[in-house]
């Protein structure tokens, strides 16, 4: 099972909210199993790694839990730690942090051998230079690739979790 970085399908809701300055990615795996998008949110936010992150965000007051995660992922919930539910459809959600900058996106997609599952991002470019025009301030330039090792790393260790 290998993730790869792929073009955002057309109907994703990460690519429905962008602009067209703003930085956007999408990584995909395929699995061997059918894969409700409710497992595979559950499994995204209570992977070993994405708890690491929970951790940090904990600290800096934006706890969560297991169990709020299996919420989100039934419905029931429409905040989780430092995001908010932009949207959700029957195979895709789209979450933004509480500041509006940056966006993550899951989405489930079956196929005929079991299920595509796909993880991306999105940074709002902001109007930064002198000619009025957009682009990404510096420390998510600067981070990008640590961001891209991340985010593959957080798909896989997801996809994992549903095995």
Avoid at 1 to 12: G, H, T, Y
Avoid at 28 to 57: C, G, H, I, M, Q
Avoid at 98 to 107: E, K, N
Avoid at 111 to 119: K, N
Wanted: proline share 3%.
């Amino acid at each position: 099972m290998s993730v790869e970085r792929v073009e955002l399908p057309r109907n994703s809701l990460l690519l429905a909210q962008a602009n067209p300055n703003d930085y956007l990615d999408c990584f995909a795996v395929d699995t061997p199993t059918n894969v409700r998008l409710e497992d595979y949110v559950s499994a995204f936010y209570t992977s070993w790694l994405f708890k690491l992150e929970r951790f940090v965000l904990g600290l800096a007051g934006q706890s969560s839990t297991d169990q709020q995660a299996r919420d989100l992922a039934q419905g029931k919930l429409q905040a989780f730690a430092a995001w908010r539910l932009g949207v959700r459809q029957h195979d895709q959600i789209l979450m933004r942090d509480f500041t509006g900058a940056t966006c993550s996106w899951l989405m489930a997609v079956p196929t005929a051998h079991g299920t595509r599952l796909y993880f991306g991002s999105s940074v709002k470019a902001r109007q930064l230079q002198a000619d009025g025009s957009f682009r990404l301030p510096f420390v998510y330039r600067a981070l990008m690739g640590l961001h891209v090792l991340y985010s593959r790393a957080l798909l896989a260790a997801a996809s994992r979790g549903l095995e």
